[in-house]
C-alpha cells in the first residue's frame, strides 16, 4: 500500500483547505481510512476517520463541525475538508489505513508521507 497524501499549504485563520490522499493500487475500500496530525513538539494525533463499507465518519472534538472526511472509492481517494482553521490546526497532515478501526495510530499499518498545513493568525 503506497500513499500519497497532497494539498496542504500556507492559509489564513477562517480560511480553507482541502487534503487529498491517493493510493496506486489495491483499492482502498478494504480499509479503514483516517488522517492524523503532529504539530512540531507534540505526539500525532487524531483528526478523523472513515469507515470502510459504511463510510461512518469519526471525528476528534478538536475538529468537528469544521473538518469533513470524505472518499472517492473509484477514484482510490480520501479527503479532509479543513474549513474555519485556526492556528492551532497547523501541523503536518498524514493519510493513513488499517483493516482495524481504531484511532489510535499505534496501530495503523500504513501512511503516506504527510503534508504540511500552516495556519496564520
Known amino acids: 500500500v503506497q500513499l500519497q497524501a497532497s494539498g496542504g499549504g500556507l492559509v489564513q485563520a477562517g480560511g480553507s483547505l482541502r487534503l487529498s490522499c491517493t493510493h496506486a493500487g489495491r483499492t482502498l475500500s478494504s480499509y479503514h481510512k483516517a488522517w492524523f496530525r503532529q504539530a512540531p513538539g507534540k505526539d500525532r494525533e487524531f483528526v478523523a476517520r472513515i469507515s470502510r463499507g459504511t463510510g461512518a465518519a469519526f471525528y476528534a472534538d478538536s475538529v468537528k463541525e469544521r473538518f469533513t472526511i470524505s472518499r472517492d472509492i473509484r477514484a482510490n481517494r480520501v479527503y479532509l475538508q479543513m474549513n474555519n482553521l485556526k492556528p492551532e490546526d497547523t501541523a503536518v497532515y498524514y493519510c493513513?489505513?488499517?483493516?482495524?478501526?481504531?484511532?489510535?495510530?499505534?496501530?495503523?499499518?500504513?501512511w503516506g508521507q504527510g503534508t504540511l498545513v500552516t495556519v496564520s493568525s
Open positions: 493513513a489505513v488499517d483493516m482495524e478501526a481504531t484511532t489510535d495510530h499505534s496501530k495503523f499499518s500504513y
